[in-house]
C-alpha cells in the first residue's frame, strides 16, 4: 500500500503562482511515476503532468509553459509549480502514485487538495 499526502493548495489571484507538494510513505519502492491529476466541478479527471523514475516528463497540453513537474526519487516526492495560473485551473488536484511496471501498474490517490484561481 503507498500513501500520498498533498499539501499547498489554495485560493490565488488569475497571474499567480502556487507550488503544490506530495510525499509518498509505505511501499514506497514499487513507484515508477508520481504525477498530478485534476478535477474541476461537472469534469472527468485528467492528468496534467507526470515524472517517470529518470527524469522523464508528461504535462497536459492547457498546462505546457506555465507548470513544472519536479520531484525527489529517493524521497518519492512529488511537486507541481504552478504559474500564471488561469481561472480554469480551478480544480481539486489530485496526487497520483504508479507502482508496477508500465505494462502493468495500479494507481494510488491523494485526498486532494482545492486550487482556486479567481479575482
Known amino acids: 500500500q503507498v500513501q500520498l499526502v498533498e499539501s499547498g493548495g489554495g485560493l490565488v489571484q488569475p497571474g499567480g503562482s502556487l507550488r503544490l507538494a506530495c510525499a509518498a510513505s509505505?511501499?514506497?519502492?514499487?513507484?515508477?511515476?508520481m504525477g498530478w491529476y485534476r478535477q474541476a466541478p461537472g469534469k472527468q479527471r485528467e492528468l496534467v503532468a507526470i515524472i517517470i523514475d529518470g527524469g522523464n516528463t508528461n504535462y497536459a497540453d492547457s498546462v505546457k509553459g506555465r507548470f513544472t513537474i519536479s520531484g525527489d526519487n529517493a524521497k518519492k516526492m512529488v511537486y507541481l509549480q504552478m504559474n500564471s495560473l488561469k481561472p480554469e485551473d480551478t480544480a481539486v488536484y489530485y496526487c497520483?502514485?504508479?507502482?508496477?511496471?508500465?505494462?502493468?501498474?495500479?494507481?494510488?490517490w491523494g485526498q486532494g487538495t482545492q486550487v482556486t484561481v479567481s479575482s
Open positions: 509505505g511501499s514506497i519502492s514499487s513507484i515508477y511515476a
Open positions: 497520483n502514485a504508479r507502482r508496477g511496471t508500465t505494462a502493468v501498474y495500479y494507481n494510488s
